[in-house]
């Protein structure tokens, strides 16, 4: 019991170790949209359910879920992708938003945004429709944005973490999002990451990038090793056969259909050993979901076989062989194949093989759920795979990370997210290490940003009135937090408001402001100060990051030479348009205007004493 105990410590500090990573994630951003109904009756024209809609979810999918995990989990997650100009577009950036995700996508007007819409009735998924053509690709002019926006995110990443080279995560699933120049930009630029993790339908076309760490599903590892020949064999072990089927394998379950280019194996454009060559120019790139007859991948109903891109790897030779055995004999190969110092082949409900440098394969397990349970879940496996990676955790305690990661995340029907808390919860560790409240004294800040600093954590500081809280201010401090490890959040007196904002202000007393941001998840801790500018709280503090509210550049913000003198950054951070307090406050004055209020009842309702008869007369 001792042992367990200390074994989820270790793990829990490579969870706490990771915290404000710099993560840089590319690729494929989806949106995933699940409409859940009842149905209880056939309709008359055919043999079809009638379905009554009761609610529907829009959640961030591919890169984007990564993205969302990377943050969730404690990591700094910057997401690149293009997003079409349409309404899943701007969902998807509500999605990210709400993450505390860097939203640094590219808009590309007239190239929708790919959606995965499932239809539920009693939790099972009835059909799921998807949009977004995958054949029209980004033109000239997309790439080219694509590309400064890969460029400026490295940078800005690497200055938001004081030098240190990010961590790279590429999700490729064939939807249109890395044309040949995006990839052989990042196997170019390979050297500005630390750790490069992908994850790829073709894992063929990413030769060339040398990454720390390959996450192929079991159909996806079949395809490369089809698609190399098949000329190697493992040393020991089972003896292993490829032939290739006579006719079109059919599909297999959903979750197991995987895109690939069209065409020919391309066998002899593929080495069979690695090469640190770049991907040819001319070679066409993935195109998402499979031709008919290309691209399939299914495992038979014994369990014995796997077809995939005119290939069958058949295991009947071996009495009782499973897709563990046949993924733990092939790793060398896959590790040959793809250039990377681990490759983790992941099987579903079955849990994973992972084989790093020593030889030595590793496996892990899940449990098994319905299908509509685990979508993501590969997601939430790559992130903290990477997460892990990133802060050199060595490779057993990656593995453990990363499938726990997965597995607590398949409780229920949705996209897959697996946040630190709940990470940390499974572990039977505190999410939080500090007993400080959320309200603290001026004369407290200093003991607790010590402490704080002391474990490793960043420091983001914000300041405002914040007198009747909304949505936008809301919005505001999410983003803010997910900036760095802790969010302090000074609030204006009543007395400092009022030479701000005229003597009709503050609406809601200091105690009452300071309390709600105090309740909000993303706030740490909430200080009160009396002066008009918090410059001497800024000196205290000495954040990592000054946040602002705002549409105007850094350099406008008075307190940012202070900031920057004290070797901090400033950042400024868009409002929710139409959302602010002075909006509130005139709509409540326009309606007040509007009604005839009974002389009688207002005497009564003032009745209580001065603070409500105070809010009154403001109102």
């Not at 369990?303 to 295991?315: E, H, I, Q, R, W």
């Amino acid at each position: 019991m001792a042992g367990a105990a200390a074994e989820q410590r270790r793990l829990a500090t490579v969870v706490e170790s990771w915290l404000g990573r710099p993560v840089l994630i590319v690729g494929d951003a989806m949106l995933d949209e699940w409409r859940f109904a009842d149905s209880d009756r056939l309709c008359r024209e055919a043999p079809a359910p009638v379905l009554t809609l009761r609610r529907r979810i829009s959640a961030a999918g591919g890169a984007a879920n990564t993205a969302v995990n990377v943050a969730t989990l404690g990591g700094r997650a910057v997401l690149v992708a293009p997003v079409g100009a349409d309404v899943a577009g701007d969902e998807l950036h509500d999605c990210l938003d709400r993450a505390g995700v860097w939203d640094r996508t590219v808009n590309q007007p007239g190239r929708p945004t790919p959606v995965k819409r499932r239809m539920l009735a009693g939790n099972q998924i009835l059909l799921r429709e998807d949009s977004g053509d995958p054949d029209d690709a980004l033109d000239p002019e997309g790439v080219t944005r694509l590309l400064t926006a890969l460029d400026c995110a490295t940078e800005e990443l690497r200055a938001a973490a004081g030098g240190e080279a990010p961590t790279l995560v590429v999700c490729d699933y064939g939807l249109g999002a890395l044309p040949a120049p995006v990839r052989a930009w990042l196997v170019e630029q390979r050297e500005r990451y630390a750790t490069v993790a992908l994850d790829a339908h073709d894992l063929a076309d990413w030769r060339g990038l040398a990454p720390t760490v390959v996450t192929p599903s079991f159909a996806e590892a079949t395809r490369l090793l089809a698609r190399a020949g098949g000329t190697t064999r493992p040393a020991a072990g089972t003896e292993l056969h490829l032939e290739h089927p006579d006719g079109d394998p059919s599909d297999g379950p959903s979750e197991m259909t995987v895109g690939a280019a069209p065409g020919e194996a391309r066998t002899d454009d593929v080495p069979a050993e690695p090469t640190l060559e770049s991907p040819r120019a001319d070679r066409p790139g993935p195109v998402g979901e499979p031709t008919p007859g290309e691209g399939r991948v299914a495992l038979t109903g014994d369990g014995l076989s796997v077809t995939g891109t005119g290939v069958t790897v058949n295991t009947q030779a071996g009495e009782g062989v499973d897709r563990a055995v046949l993924a733990e004999s092939r790793l060398a190969e896959l590790r040959a194949h793809t250039g990377a110092d681990v490759v983790a082949v992941t099987l579903d409900t079955e849990g994973a093989v992972v084989g790093g440098a020593d030889g030595e394969p590793r496996r892990s397990h899940s449990t098994p759920v319905p299908a509509s349970h685990a979508v993501g879940a590969g997601d939430a496996y790559l992130a903290a795979m990477t997460l892990a990676l990133a802060a050199e955790a060595p490779l057993p305690t990656a593995a453990q990370l990363a499938q726990l990661a997965a597995t607590i995340t398949v409780s229920d029907t949705g996209t897959c997210v697996c946040r630190r808390e709940d990470l940390l919860t499974a572990l039977n560790q505190p999410s939080e290490t500090t007993s400080h409240p959320a309200l603290v004294g001026s004369d407290e800040l200093d003991a607790i940003v010590a402490e704080y600093r002391e474990a490793g954590r960043s420091v983001v500081f914000t300041n405002g009135c914040f007198d009747v809280l909304h949505r936008g201010h809301v919005r505001y401090l999410e983003q803010a937090r997910a900036l760095g490890d802790l969010l302090i959040v000074a609030v204006n007196s009543d007395g400092s408001v009022r030479r701000l904002k005229g003597p009709d202000r503050p609406v809601n007393p200091v105690e009452d402001r300071g309390a709600l941001l105090a309740a909000l998840a993303c706030v740490d801790h909430v200080v009160v100060f009396e002066e008009d500018s918090p410059a001497a709280l800024i000196e205290a503090v000495r954040p990592d990051i000054y946040v602002k509210g705002g549409d105007y550049p850094p350099e406008l913000v008075p307190e940012a030479p202070l900031v920057r003198r004290l070797g901090g950054q400033v950042r400024t951070l868009g409002y929710v348009p139409d959302r602010s307090t002075s909006a509130i406050i005139e709509r409540i004055r326009s309606h007040s205007k509007d009604r005839e209020p009974d002389p009688s009842a207002y005497a009564k309702d003032r009745e209580p004493g001065p603070s409500l008869s105070t809010r009154t007369q403001t109102s």
